[in-house]
C-alpha cells in the first residue's frame, strides 16, 4: 500500500499564479525564465484568461491567471492577497475518483462534481483549509 492508493496522483501538473497584467507576466517568464507559452484560453465559466508556460526539459508548468472581470475568483483573490501562487494542480487518472477517495479522508472538495478546465481537461479543487492553505486542483488530462 502507497500514500496514493485510491488517489490516482501521477505528477504535478502546474502551479496557477494569479496576476493582474497577463501580458506583462507572460513577457517576464518568457524573457527572464526562457518559458515558452504553449496555450492560452479563455474560461468564461471561470472568469479567467490563462496562458500556460512551459519549459524545453518538460515537467510541471506555471499556468497565468488573469482575471477577466473584477467579479472572478482570480480577481478576488488578487485584491484581497495580491498577485501570487494561487493553486498547485496534480495530474490524476481519475479526477472523480480522486476526489471521493479525498472526501473518504476527511478532505472537503469544491465541487460537487467535476467541472471542464483547461483544454477539456475535468477539474475539482481540494479547500485550502483541508491542505495546509493551499488550494489544490485536480487535473484528469482530456
Known amino acids: 500500500m502507497t500514500?496514493?492508493?485510491?488517489?490516482?496522483?501521477?505528477?504535478?501538473?502546474h502551479v496557477g499564479i494569479a496576476v493582474p497584467d497577463l501580458d506583462a507576466a507572460l513577457e517576464?517568464?518568457?524573457?527572464?525564465?526562457?518559458?515558452?507559452?504553449?496555450?492560452?484560453?479563455?474560461?468564461e465559466a471561470q472568469g479567467v484568461v490563462e496562458v500556460m508556460v512551459a519549459w524545453p526539459e518538460g515537467g510541471a508548468?506555471?499556468?497565468?491567471?488573469?482575471p477577466l472581470t473584477p467579479e472572478s475568483t482570480i480577481a478576488k483573490f488578487i485584491g484581497t492577497k495580491g498577485p501570487g501562487?494561487?493553486?498547485?494542480a496534480f495530474t490524476?487518472?481519475?479526477?472523480?475518483a480522486a476526489a471521493?477517495?479525498?472526501?473518504?479522508?476527511g478532505?472537503?472538495?469544491l465541487y460537487d462534481e467535476a467541472r471542464e478546465g483547461t483544454?477539456?481537461?475535468?477539474?475539482?479543487?481540494?479547500?485550502?483549509?483541508?491542505?495546509g492553505g493551499v488550494l489544490i486542483e485536480l487535473v484528469e488530462p482530456a
Open 92 to 96: 490524476v487518472e481519475d479526477v472523480e
Open 61 to 66: 508548468q506555471v499556468q497565468l491567471l488573469a
Open 85 to 88: 501562487l494561487q493553486q498547485l
Open 119 to 131: 483544454a477539456g481537461s475535468r477539474i475539482n479543487f481540494v479547500h485550502p483549509k483541508d491542505a
Open 3 to 13: 500514500y496514493t492508493d485510491g488517489i490516482g496522483l501521477r505528477r504535478i501538473d
Open 28 to 43: 517576464w517568464y518568457e524573457g527572464a525564465l526562457g518559458g515558452r507559452a504553449v496555450h492560452r484560453e479563455v474560461n
Open 107 to 109: 478532505a472537503r472538495l
Open 100 to 105: 471521493d477517495a479525498l472526501r473518504a479522508k
